[in-house]
């Protein structure tokens, strides 16, 4: 969806109504949003690659409600740390269909997940050991996933799993075979970035982990059941270092062909089921942030100072945000510095944005905003922020603003 959808959907709620019951800064959750972006992908799936599961990026936005409506949707969660299967656990969503990432599984989380059969992808020689030690122990045979990597374009992702461009990846296939007597190898993972508009990496990327399943095929390295393709969808917000003029997104049915027609040319019939990751696309879209003018400073009052800073919403750092005007839209349009509330100089959403004229306490609200901002959102002079959701026509708080006590419940000897 494009920014002028976005905005029509927050206008349309009368979000406006919030301001006067919620202090300043808070988010607006629209599950309706959310859903609109993952039937996109299942009705895609179930015409070009009906053996296939989509998965939702728990570190992406780990807030409970979101999590659930996602799941409701039809998206698994996706975890990377025993901090993620602790909230899916919670939430009683914690099964086979869970796919667990990431390159620090500890040992009891490896027990708990090997029990309920969640799909494992090992990310590293240290990790390969672990799992096999766990698996003995609970005289299992394990059926496991490696994560691969391999050079794609500049930016290869090559801090997470096995080299395929050196061999890496094939040997770690044999010492499973002939030395790891309780695993056996049935997956194949690869994850290419984030915020991509560039399908050719995903063809490219599919191409290669969909050739080397078939290699170890041949080889009878693995009895091949899945390959989990992550890499973000992108959403209509470029980074600040894109240096285009022109950001055009690709549409949720091309992102698939881009993935499922390699797979398809070279499995033919025999499908390997696709686990899909497709990261902030899910979410991303789903969120507003809403902020006031606390300051205005400068010459020409052309400095705004916000009660949200890049604490409240990090991607403000490295996104292009836009904001506009929430409440009183008039007036002339002028060029504003938009700052946070923050004693630090990298605390800039926007320099020269074009607003209409602000004044002390107009509402802002800024789009794409869900993907990133809670989970890596940090304690900086602030409380963290209530999180509201609009459920089909009322608004729901989902999450209070955080208070002195939350802040210092585990302090010992206040």
Not at 169 to 197: D, E, F, S, Y
């Amino acid at each position: 969806m494009n920014e002028k959808e976005l905005n029509k959907i927050l206008v349309d709620s009368k979000a406006e109504s919030l301001i006067k019951n919620y202090e300043t800064p808070f988010f607006i959750f629209f599950p309706k949003i959310m859903k609109k972006k993952i039937d996109q992908l299942n009705i895609s799936l179930k015409k070009n690659y009906p053996n296939s599961q989509i998965t939702y990026s728990v570190k992406t936005n780990y807030l409970p409600y979101v999590i659930k409506k996602a799941h409701s949707f039809g998206a698994y969660p996706e975890c990377i740390s025993g901090f993620e299967i602790l909230i899916i656990k919670k939430l009683n969503l914690l099964n086979k269909n869970v796919v667990i990432n990431g390159p620090l599984k500890s040992e009891d989380d490896l027990i708990k997940i090997s029990k309920l059969g969640c799909k494992i992808n090992i990310d590293n020689f240290t990790e390969l050991e672990i799992v096999q030690k766990v698996a003995k122990k609970l005289n299992l045979i394990l059926e496991i996933g490696i994560r691969i990597y391999t050079k794609l374009e500049k930016k290869t992702w090559s801090r997470f799993g096995f080299n395929l461009d050196n061999q890496e990846a094939i040997k770690v296939a044999k010492k499973i075979k002939n030395k790891m007597p309780n695993l056996k190898l049935v997956g194949l993972h690869t994850h290419i970035g984030t915020n991509l508009i560039n399908l050719k990496i995903y063809q490219s990327a599919s191409k290669k982990i969909s050739e080397f399943g078939r290699l170890l095929e041949k080889e009878n390295l693995i009895k091949l059941k899945y390959l989990d393709l992550g890499g973000g969808f992108a959403t209509n917000l470029p980074f600040k270092d894109y240096k285009k003029k022109v950001w055009i997104v690709p549409k949720a049915n091309d992102y698939i062909k881009a993935i499922v027609n390699p797979i398809k040319k070279i499995f033919k019939k025999k499908l390997p089921k696709l686990i899909l990751e497709p990261g902030r696309f899910l979410v991303d879209e789903s969120f507003f942030l809403v902020t006031k003018v606390k300051r205005l400073r400068g010459k020409k009052l052309d400095s705004v100072i916000l009660d949200a800073g890049v604490n409240v919403l990090p991607s403000g750092k490295y996104r292009r945000h836009n904001f506009y005007k929430l409440n009183n839209n008039n007036g002339k349009i002028k060029k504003y510095n938009l700052y946070g509330p923050l004693c630090m100089q990298s605390d800039c959403f926007r320099n020269d944005i074009k607003l209409k004229e602000l004044n002390l306490e107009d509402a802002l609200y800024t789009s794409f905003a869900g993907a990133y901002s809670l989970s890596q959102s940090w304690n900086f002079i602030q409380f963290s922020p209530p999180v509201i959701a609009f459920n089909k026509k009322n608004f729901v708080l989902i999450k209070r603003k955080q208070n002195l006590n939350d802040l210092l419940c585990r302090d010992i000897n206040q």
